[in-house]
């Protein structure tokens, strides 16, 4: 089990084939949020109190640099078993028989459609890269506003996100087990929940296909 666990954290350092796509420049605000959050998460505290806005900061600031690093922690978390979810094991992008979700981007895709999952996930991906790299919606610049549609898109994002950890989890947990990744993954897990509901950024009704397991991770 060492080796497995070792094996996954050196997946993780080589930033092989899901890669985080946005990094924030040295010396920015957003970058020095991003090492402030990331410091308190290694720190081993409480992660309840880790998502808690600091004071004196800027809540679409915080809210966007933590939209960053979850599309990036979960395009990884999902590289350590994208080889396992195929059009052949994983036909419909779905987590257990009660759950089914259709991609719809308004342009390629102007009608919900039902897809494997991987190519479900990597339409997701792209998408989710494509809004954090419009400084439109995510300005880098101090000073520039966020836009007036910031946070549905925020939400939009992060529902969308959420979905691959339903995915992964519920179809893929014992290719996570098998890596020693569970303890691993369910810390971003946490970290994942705590914030969105910290912030109300995801309906409950959309929680719903992991509500057990988080009543059981997330004290």
Not at 70 to 93: A, D, K, V, W
Request: include cysteine; proline fraction near 5%.
């Amino acid at each position: 089990m060492a080796g497995a666990r070792q094996g996954f954290l050196h997946f993780f350092a080589k930033d092989r084939t899901f890669k985080p796509k946005k990094r924030f420049e040295s010396g920015t605000l957003k970058y020095n949020l991003h090492k402030q959050a990331n410091a308190s998460l290694n720190s081993g505290i409480d992660l309840k109190e880790v998502v808690k806005l600091p004071s004196g900061e800027d809540v679409n600031d915080w809210i966007a640099v933590h939209v960053v690093d979850f599309f990036n922690r979960i395009n990884l978390l999902y590289g350590t078993i994208f080889e396992h979810c195929t059009e052949q094991s994983c036909p419909t992008m779905s987590g257990g028989p009660k759950y089914e979700y259709h991609w719809c981007d308004g342009v390629n895709y102007k009608k919900p459609t039902a897809l494997p999952a991987p190519q479900y996930i990597t339409l997701l991906m792209e998408w989710v890269e494509a809004q954090i790299n419009d400084e439109n919606l995510f300005p880098i610049q101090l000073g520039r506003p966020f836009p007036k549609n910031y946070m549905s898109i925020v939400k939009k994002i992060l529902k969308r996100l959420f979905r691959v950890f339903v995915h992964v989890y519920i179809h893929h947990f014992d290719k996570l087990l098998a890596i020693g990744a569970e303890a691993h993954v369910n810390t971003c897990y946490k970290h994942f929940y705590y914030f969105v509901t910290e912030y109300n950024l995801i309906d409950k009704k959309e929680l719903e296909p992991l509500k057990d397991m988080t009543e059981r991770i997330c004290h």
